[in-house]
């Protein structure tokens, strides 16, 4: 395994630095696009044209956009809305909508350090981000998330419920429930003691990422490096006296964890940020994980802290992943990686 992820780095560094990238090349990873300096992508999705959205962290409170990254060779990421009155974006996610508009909801808020993660409380609110048939996107609050919002991080749709999204936020350890038309948040529509930050944890970061799959809603908590399932309704509630299970300890592969999706298999692929840099594969059956691609010295993809599979004509195998810096060199910057799924080969 080591020897392959060798093979691994001297392939993505030929390609990711030298010579003219070939987009549809045989290396598995690229770097889509380098953000200029000061800039720290948090939070990654797909619109259903194929473009990427990306929120940044601290720096600015600006969501991204690269357009079309399948069919372009080189891509530049552009400010699609900015968020003045916080200075941090967080998740994203769509709000399954109807045929005419298509809308994402995402989190944003104040934060006073990137390194000690101090945030200030009650600044947090959810907003929409709405694409109508015709004319420009609009941003729009649709929540102060009152009362005690102090770290929601990660937010996901409910299939089945439009109207709804949950919030996992990392200092509450619980996920709330906001209701997208009223702005009404219940921050403890699920709280387990297993997402929460327990005595004597190195990292103070509580539940950090969630999704629906199937009536399970998985979670991970990076404070215990692992990821739990608990089962739900189809309208995204706890099924009455259900107890969360262990899906996965991944504290042998990675010190950390960040935000997933499930691959074409139904496993996930997850994000581990800094300092394992790493998209981690977790066998939902099994527990079994293993780093896929990246690495702690590998400088493809430091702080890796989401990713989201292409929705494009050309990019239905390839997911991209959305990095923070390099924790240790403040002249680095954001930026999003290509990976070509159908190449890694990882069974
Ligand atoms: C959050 O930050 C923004 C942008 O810097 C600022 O305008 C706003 O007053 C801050 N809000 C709070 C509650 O501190
Ligand atoms: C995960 O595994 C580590 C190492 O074996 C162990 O110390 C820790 O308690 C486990 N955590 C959970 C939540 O099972
Ligand atoms: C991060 O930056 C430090 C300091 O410049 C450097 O030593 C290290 O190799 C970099 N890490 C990666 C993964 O690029």
């Known amino acids: 395994m080591f020897l392959k992820f060798l093979t691994f780095t001297i392939a993505i560094g030929g390609s990711a630095l030298g010579g003219p990238i070939d987009p549809f090349g045989s290396s598995a990873a690229r770097v889509l696009t380098q953000l200029p300096e000061k800039t720290w992508l948090e939070s990654i999705a797909v619109r259903r044209n194929g473009d990427i959205l990306a929120t940044s962290l601290f ?28 200075n941090s974006l967080l998740g994203i996610t769509e709000v399954p909508g109807s045929y005419d508009e298509e ?67 990392s200092f509450v350890g619980a996920i709330g429930r906001l209701d997208l038309l009223t702005g009404q948040y219940d921050p403890r529509a699920f709280a387990f003691d297993d997402m929460a930050v327990p005595k004597g944890a190195k990292l103070p970061i509580g539940i950090s990422a969630m999704r629906m799959k199937g009536s399970y809603l998985y979670y991970g908590n990076p404070s215990t490096q692992s990821i739990y399932k608990v089962k739900v309704d189809s309208k995204g509630y706890l099924v009455k006296g259900a107890q969360p299970s262990l899906v996965a300890n991944i504290s042998s592969v990675a010190p950390g964890l960040d935000d997933f999706i499930f ?14 840099n790493a998209i981690v594969h977790v066998d939902v059956r099994t527990g079994r994980s293993k780093r896929i691609i990246g690495g702690p010295t590998d400088p493809l993809m430091p702080d890796s802290t989401c990713l989201a599979f292409g929705r494009g004509i050309l990019d239905t195998n390839t997911f991209y992943v959305s990095t923070g810096r390099n924790i240790s060199d403040p002249t680095t910057s954001a930026r999003i990686v290509a990976v070509d799924a159908s190449l890694l080969n990882y069974y």
């Open 59 to 86: 720096y600015s409170s600006n969501i991204f956009t690269v357009t079309q990254p399948s069919v372009h060779a080189h891509n530049t990421a552009k400010i699609l809305a900015s968020v003045p009155e916080v």
């Open 103 to 169: 809308a994402f909801f995402f989190v944003g808020g104040n934060f006073t350090s990137l390194t000690t993660f101090s945030t200030t409380v009650g600044s947090f609110k959810g907003f929409k981000l709405t694409f109508p048939r015709n004319g420009n996107p609009t941003v729009q609050k649709v929540s102060d998330l009152a009362p005690f919002s102090s770290f929601p991080n990660s937010v996901t749709a409910i299939p089945q419920a439009p109207g709804s999204v949950l919030v996992a936020d």
């Open 263 to 276: 691959d074409p298999q139904g496993n996930i692929l997850l994000a581990t940020n800094s300092p394992e």
